[in-house]
């Protein structure tokens, strides 16, 4: 199978001008602060994935399947009523950093929390180290 046409593609809107039309203001606050966390621990600009995910790095991946695409390392989107933050590598490996990092909800490789206050930020900057880590080793630039 040819690497298929995914909907989630980098994009050269500005991340800038995406989370200063962020409506509610605390959450573009934390839009902010964590574009400037996920930029420092990644040591990659923000980019704009799709309309509405702000990215860092990337990768290439190929499942069993044959199907292939390429998507940001980590990043995250201030969505209506809750920031998601997309933990790639999944949360099973993390269920000790977890506990501690606040009052957030998780999916497959989904963090969701209503404000930045709610939580350890030192804690999430621990936790989006290791995903990068664990990213690394899977899949090396």
């Given at each position: ?120 930020v ?7 180290a ?5 990213m ?6």
């Open positions: 199978m040819a690497k298929s046409d995914n909907k989630t593609k980098m994009t050269e809107v500005s991340v800038d001008n995406f989370v200063a039309a962020v409506a509610d203001e605390q959450q573009r606050l934390d839009a902010i602060k964590i574009v400037d966390l996920m930029a420092r621990v990644s040591g990659h600009p923000p980019k704009m994935w799709g309309p509405s995910i702000i990215g860092f790095g990337h990768y290439h991946y190929r499942y069993d399947s044959g199907r292939e695409g390429d998507m940001c390392r980590i990043g995250f989107s201030p969505r209506k009523g809750q920031t998601v933050l997309y933990i790639v590598d999944g949360f099973q490996e993390y269920e000790a950093i977890l506990s501690s990092l606040g009052k957030c909800k998780t999916g497959k490789s989904c963090l969701y929390i209503k404000r930045l206050s709610d939580i350890d030192t804690v999430l900057e621990e936790l989006c290791r995903s990068l880590a664990s690394a080793e899977k899949y090396p630039d």
